[in-house]
């Protein structure tokens, strides 16, 4: 996906969405970054991304913004019915995962394993399955 240009939104500043929002800015898009929390490492985080040319609102507040935006990207934390899960349906763009997000960008092949119960195990079977089939 060609970002160079557009606005990308990242909605949560989270570990995953500083990623998203670094991965954006390499990309060259013009990065929004909001997050309803404001603790000493999101602020840490926001100043880092304004510092590579991101806007970055915490303590967001719906009526503060309504932007005009090419892609959202949303991480997997934010339930649909809490304000950013809401504000994110309202959005008239496609709204990607932080994961289909960064998968775009992978150059290897790579394999997900999601849910609530049973992750370790399933990869610990994966893994031995490809390791017997010769595969890393």
């Known amino acids: 996906m060609e970002l160079g240009g557009k606005h990308v939104l990242v909605l949560g500043l989270g570990i995953s969405g500083m990623a ?51 892609l959202a990207v949303i991480s997997p934390g934010i339930s649909s019915d809490s304000p950013l899960g809401e504000f994110a349906s309202s959005l008239q763009c496609p709204v990607l995962s932080e994961l289909a997000f960064g998968a775009q960008y992978c150059q290897c092949p790579s394999l ?25």
């Open 20 to 70: 998203a929002a670094e991965l954006a800015l390499h990309q060259e898009a013009h990065v929004t970054v909001i997050d309803t929390g404001g603790s000493s490492v999101l602020q840490d985080r926001a100043e880092n991304l304004r510092q590579n040319g991101a806007t970055v609102v915490l303590h967001f507040d719906e009526s503060q913004l309504n932007p005009s935006v090419d």
């Open 112 to 136: 997900a394993v999601t849910g609530t119960n049973g992750k370790t195990t399933t990869v610990e079977l994966t893994v031995h399955c490809l390791t017997e089939a010769g595969l890393r």
